[in-house]
């Protein structure tokens, strides 16, 4: 049987893992989840991209946004805006009892994997999602208006300012999470998901030996483009590439995994950079549908490149 890690962000890598338990046994994948967007809100401990993975593999996701559950209310934000709470942050009703008892049981001192595991064994999940570390790890945009937290530059100012550099609080001292070094050294194969290099893999490589690990083991890497046809799914990538001065398209990311991924995937859009980023980049690049619209769309590209991987070493 084979096996698998995933380095996810969002939306993007949740549907990626959608596609993958299905063409692989659940229980032979792992997903290491961005905690770069972690944030405090209202007191409360909110991990988005941990919810937005497992409410996704649980079938529980607003199809709509991509986050969040279905069938939400927005009672208890209303209320809380006429209080003058914080309200920019669309937290559900139901998303609420999540962040309560995340909340809650990190405050007696559990560890976020430890609560994650829990949550997702609840959903009746068997892949293991986990994130990337227990310790505190923040992504910080620098951008032409300052210094801003991930969440203030995401979904308060609409990720509409422009990026001049990206730093990662907390990563010197971050420690990997419990399984997260053994499910990236013992998996068959390890997938970059089609998440935002800058705002969701790069906080995960931040945390202390990760980089080196999946470079170590780059013959069994595959990365997916985040990048269509020049612009990004979903989200700010292309915009970052850009101000970042990068390539503006698939041969952008793949520069930026290189050293990192033997294999790369191209959407068919982008069939004409194949060559170019075999030539640059010496990954083995293989082309397919990369649009995850519907089950098969997704189960099609996880099974190519779960292939593709394994035929690369
Ligand atoms: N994204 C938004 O664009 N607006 C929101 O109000 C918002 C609320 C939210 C609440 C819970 C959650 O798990 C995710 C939420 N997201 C929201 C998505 C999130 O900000 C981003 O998609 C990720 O952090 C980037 O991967």
Request: hydrophobic share 45%; charged share 20%.
């Amino acid at each position: 049987m084979t096996s698998a890690a995933v380095l996810a962000g969002g939306v993007g890598a949740a549907r990626f893992l959608d596609g993958l338990v299905c063409v692989l046994a659940p229980g032979d994948v792992t997903a290491i989840v961005n905690v770069g967007d972690d944030m405090e809100w209202a007191g409360l401990h909110i991990s988005p991209d941990l919810d937005t993975v497992t409410y996704t593999l649980a079938g529980l996701v607003n199809p709509e946004t991509g986050w969040g559950l279905t069938g939400e209310s927005r009672r208890t934000l209303d209320r809380l805006s006429q209080l003058g709470g914080p309200d920019w942050f669309m937290i559900g009703d139901l998303d609420l009892a999540t962040h309560l008892y995340r909340t809650h049981r990190l405050s007696q001192g559990e560890p976020l994997s430890a609560i994650t595991r829990d949550l997702t064994a609840r959903l009746g999940l068997q892949c293991a999602i986990t994130p990337v570390t227990d310790d505190r790890l923040r992504t910080v945009v620098e951008t032409d208006n300052g210094e801003l937290a991930f969440q203030d530059y995401f979904v308060r100012r609409r990720a509409a300012d422009r990026v001049h550099s990206l730093r990662f609080d907390g990563a010197e001292s971050a420690r990997p999470a419990p399984r997260v070094v053994e499910a990236l050294d013992e998996c068959d194969v390890i997938v970059i998901a089609p998440s935002n290099p800058f705002l969701s893999i790069d906080p995960l490589l931040s945390v202390p030996g990760l980089r080196e690990l999946v470079a170590t083991n780059r013959s069994r890497v595959a990365a997916v483009s985040p990048i269509i046809g020049g612009a990004a799914v979903k989200g700010p990538a292309a915009d970052i590439l850009q101000s970042l001065g990068h390539d503006v398209s698939a041969l952008g990311v793949a520069r930026l995994y290189a050293d990192l991924a033997g294999v790369f995937v191209l959407d068919e859009a982008d069939a004409p950079l194949a060559a170019a980023i075999e030539e640059e980049t010496a990954m083995r690049v293989v082309v397919m549908p990369t649009l995850m619209t519907d089950s098969e769309a997704k189960q099609a590209l996880a099974e190519g490149t779960l292939r593709a991987a394994l035929n690369a070493g």
